[in-house]
């Protein structure tokens, strides 16, 4: 699996349909201070799905939607699409590329596609569960990141190994089967006052 492609349309200074293509090896993006490089991590990490606004360097969400400049006037909504290669169907998908979108409007309406289908955010996050891709996953490495890492609590430090280690969907999975038990156990709980209060 890797990473084919990139577009961005309204995206931060992509105001324009911006496309970029990953060919197997090393792809560096060079360009002068503010040109946008960083955008297009952010672009990366938004599209999988990050939520934090502060993250992607902005205040609110609505801050990463192009919002004008001297000569062009704002747009009303942005779209970023990345395509990665999945011949060896290393995501679980009976797809040879696997395309994850995102669109957000100015009213705060947003979507996100798998493969152009409409699905939520959860679906995306399971998707790439174990595979070190994610919005916090290793395979972005941001700056300063390597010193959070370092200087974090030991349990922070384990969960990126635990996503090497391919076990954060089982312990994902693990989690709803006991808030499913949990709720199973307080209507039950529930069912036995019924009962004795019928008696
Ligand atoms: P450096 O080399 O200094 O780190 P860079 O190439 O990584 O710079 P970025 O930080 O990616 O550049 O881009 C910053 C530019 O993006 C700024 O010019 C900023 O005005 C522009 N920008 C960010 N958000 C928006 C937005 N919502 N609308 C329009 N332009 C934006």
Redesign the pocket.
Known sequence: MHLKRLEMMGF??F?DKTELEFVPGITAVV??????????T?GIRWVLGEQSAKSL??SKME???????DSRK?VGFCEVSITFDNADKKLNLDYSEVTVTRRVYRSGESEYLLNRQPCRLKDITELFMDTGIGKEAYSMIGQGRIDDILSTKSEDRRAIFEEAAGIVKYKSRKKEAEKKLDATEQNLARLNDLVLELK
Do not use: C, L, M, T
């Open positions: 931060k200074s105001a360009g002068p201070n503010g040109s946008g490089k960083s955008n297009v952010d360097r902005g801050d990463v939607i192009f919002a004008g400049s704002p």
